[in-house]
C-alpha cells in the first residue's frame, strides 16, 4: 500500500488549496508552514503580526516569503468580516463584541475559512481544542444532515490502514449520531484508499445480546443504511467478528461486513479512545488525527504537545478534506 501522505499530496499538489495557520507566532507552525510552501503544496496563510512572523522565521532560516501573512488588526477586509460574522451569528454578537473577536487568532482565520477566503484551517500548537473548535462550530457550523462533529483516526501499521471513528469528541452517540458518524467516516474512507466496509462495535453481534446499548447499534445500522443504502455498512458485531474472516462466518455469515471491515464505529467515547489506544501502543500502529469530520469545511486540531511534522501533515490532511 503506498504510503498515505504521498498519496494525499498527489490529490492536492497543483489544486492552489488555502490552509490557514492562525498561530504565525510559534516555531513550530514557522517550519510546517515554510515545507508547505518550499514543496507547493498548498498556498499558506499565516495570521499574526508581519514583522514579527517574517523575523521569527528568519531567525530561524526558514523560508515564509510565499506565504500570505495576515494581521486581523489591519486586515483591509476586516470591516466586511465584521459585518459577515455578525450576520452569521443572528445577534448573539454586536458589532462592537465581533470587532474584538475577530482580532482572536482562531476566529480571524475561521471567517476566512467561511467567506471562502481560504480552504480550511490547522490549529491548535498554543490553543487547546476547544478554542480551535469553537469559532469553526459557531461559524462554519455541520455539515446539512449531520447533527455533530467527530473525529476519527487512521489507524496505520506497515501494509494496513483502517479508520477508528468517534475516538475523540462525543462521550455517549445517540442512535442518530453513530449512523452520521458511520456515513461520514465511509467517506472520509474513499479519500484515503480505504475500502468503505463499516462496522458498528459493541459487545453483541447479531443480537447475540439484547440490552439498551445493542438496541441503541442497530437502530444505528438501520438509520444509516436508510440515509445510505449505497454505502456497506453493518452491525451490531463484536471487533473479532468485524475483522476475523473465520470467527465472522461463525458469528455472522450473513454480513457482507462482518470478517471484512476497516472503518470501525465505537460504540461510545470511552471504547474508542481506549479502542485506538491500544491498537497504537499494543499493535504498534500509528494513529494520525484525530481528524475532525461533519464540519462544512475542514477544520482540524494540533495538539499542543506537536512537532512541526505533525502540523505540516495535519495541513496536507486538511487540504485533502477540502477536495470532499
Not at 504510503?3 to 517550519?31: C, H, M, T, W, Y
Not at 463499516?198 to 438496541?215: I, P, W
Amino acid at each position: 500500500m503506498a504510503d498515505l501522505f504521498e498519496n494525499l499530496k498527489n490529490q492536492i499538489k497543483g489544486k492552489s488549496i488555502r490552509i490557514v495557520l492562525p498561530e504565525a507566532n510559534d516555531l513550530r507552525i514557522i517550519e510546517a508552514a515554510s515545507r508547505l510552501s518550499a514543496e507547493e503544496l498548498v498556498n499558506v496563510i499565516l495570521v499574526g503580526n508581519v514583522e514579527e512572523t517574517k523575523n521569527l522565521a528568519s531567525e530561524n532560516n526558514f523560508d515564509v516569503s510565499d506565504c500570505e501573512i495576515l494581521d486581523p488588526s489591519k486586515y483591509d477586509k476586516y470591516d466586511q468580516m465584521v459585518e459577515s460574522f455578525v450576520e452569521r451569528r443572528k445577534g448573539k454578537a454586536t458589532e462592537e463584541e465581533a470587532r474584538q473577536l475577530l482580532l482572536n487568532a482562531n476566529y480571524f482565520g475561521t471567517m476566512l475559512v467561511y467567506m471562502g477566503l481560504a480552504d480550511g484551517l490547522v490549529s491548535g500548537a498554543t490553543h487547546s481544542t476547544g478554542d480551535t473548535v469553537r469559532p469553526g462550530l459557531q461559524i462554519i457550523k455541520t455539515k446539512p444532515g449531520v447533527s455533530k462533529v467527530f473525529g476519527y483516526f487512521i489507524m496505520q501499521r506497515e501494509d494496513e490502514r483502517y479508520i477508528f471513528a468517534d475516538c475523540a469528541i462525543n462521550p455517549n452517540p445517540s442512535s442518530q449520531d453513530l449512523a452520521e458518524f458511520a456515513i461520514e467516516s465511509a467517506k472520509a474512507a474513499e479519500m484515503f484508499g480505504i475500502e468503505p466496509k463499516v462496522s458498528l462495535l459493541s459487545f453483541s453481534t447479531n443480537g447475540s445480546a439484547k440490552t439498551e446499548e445493542t438496541d441503541k447499534i442497530i437502530k444505528a445500522v438501520a438509520i444509516a443504511k436508510e440515509r445510505a443504502p449505497e454505502l456497506e455498512i453493518d452491525g451490531e458485531m463484536q471487533f473479532d467478528a468485524a475483522f476475523v474472516p473465520k470467527v465472522a462466518k461463525k458469528k455472522y455469515p450473513e454480513s457482507n461486513v462482518a470478517g471484512q471491515a476497516k472503518v470501525f464505529v465505537f460504540p461510545d467515547l470511552n471504547s474508542g479512545n481506549i479502542g485506538y489506544k491500544i491498537a497504537q501502543r499494543l499493535g504498534n500502529f500509528e494513529a494520525v488525527g484525530p481528524v475532525l469530520a461533519g464540519i462544512n469545511a475542514p477544520v482540524n486540531d494540533l495538539s499542543r504537545g506537536c512537532n512541526a511534522d505533525d502540523a505540516y501533515k495535519t495541513a496536507i490532511l486538511t487540504a485533502a478534506q477540502s477536495l470532499m
